[in-house]
Structures are given as C-alpha cells and as structure tokens.
C-alpha cells in the first residue's frame, strides 16, 4: 500500500536590515536608538561586525538598542548585522553616529 500526503514548504526570506541613518547625540547626554530588521523569523541576534560605538554606548544583542552615555566626541563608524532564528544573517549595514 502506498499513502500520500500534501505538504508545504514556507520560504521566508532571510533579515535585511532597514535602519539606514542614526540620530546625532551629545556628549553626557543619555542616548537611545533602535536598529529595525525586516524578513527573517524573530527573534533576532544582532553582532557588531566592524568599528565601535562612541564610548558609554553599547549594543543590546537581543533587542538591537545602542544605548548609553556617550562619553566623547567624535564620528564613529560601524557595521552590524542580524541573524534571525533559523540562522539566516542579513547583509552588513554600515552606519555612523556622531557623538557632539
């Protein structure tokens, strides 16, 4: 006897990163931005892939959130990218803030 039986493949394109620009911040000032993500399956893991954030900023892994208080000034320049939970990983996103 042979059985049969419909299945289904749900294709689900992989994460792409759409925050293209962040918001300038001021030294001693508390700053707060979030890193969007479209595609992919959440929830996200996001890696500082090259660059560092100005100092007193760090990057919420989970969540995608530089925040912190900036503690000098200066144009800083980094990448970041976001692996969803099957494993997919965005391309890069290059971004800079600029910390007066």
């Known amino acids: ?50 660059g560092s954030l100005p100092n007193g900023l760090s990057l919420n892994t989970s969540t995608g959130v530089i925040s912190g208080t900036p503690t000098k000034s200066g144009t800083f320049n980094f990448t970041v990218n976001a692996k969803d939970t099957p494993g997919a990983v965005s391309p890069n996103n290059s971004l800079i803030i600029t910390i007066k």
């Open 1 to 50: 006897d042979t059985a049969t039986k419909a299945l289904s493949i749900k294709i689900v394109a992989g994460p792409t990163i759409t925050t293209s620009s962040l918001s300038d911040g001021k030294t001693g000032k508390s700053y707060s931005q979030t890193l969007a993500v479209s595609g992919g399956v959440a929830p996200y893991t996001w890696t500082l892939v090259f």
